[in-house]
């Protein structure tokens, strides 16, 4: 049973940093692409960024690109979205999902998504 489990959120006043992982297990690891998806209240889920299965190539949405960077360790089994500069538009729940593709990513299944990390910036 695939299972990812995000950590790191909390609440950071405007202009700082949180770095968010995402522990997979249930899964080869190092079979899949990772990517991060935020959904605010109210809005639509949206793709933030990706990395390739071995982590050399990455992709990002416009809107965090320069401020967030994803990484992984295939050893450890995780994915990690370092955010900086964060903005009070950046609040949302996060959450991290194993997939294929990035710039188009498609997640693997509906069980390949994390519950979630809420994530809140204060102005």
């Known amino acids: 049973q695939v299972k990812l489990v995000e950590s790191g959120g909390g609440l950071v006043q405007a202009g700082g940093s949180l770095r968010l992982s995402c522990a997979a297990s249930g899964l080869t690891f190092s079979n899949y692409d990772m990517a991060w998806f935020r959904q605010a209240s109210g809005k639509e889920r949206e793709f933030l960024a990706a990395i390739s299965r071995g982590g050399g190539a990455t992709y990002y949405a416009e809107s965090v690109k320069g401020r967030f960077t994803i990484s992984r360790d295939n050893g450890k089994n995780t994915v990690s979205l370092q955010m900086n500069n964060l903005k009070p538009e950046d609040t949302a729940v996060y959450c991290c999902?194993?997939?294929?593709?990035?710039?188009?990513?498609?997640?693997?299944?509906?069980?390949?998504w994390g519950q979630g990390t809420q994530v809140t910036v204060s102005s």
């Open positions: 999902a194993a997939g294929y593709g990035l710039g188009r990513f498609a997640a693997a299944g509906p069980g390949s």
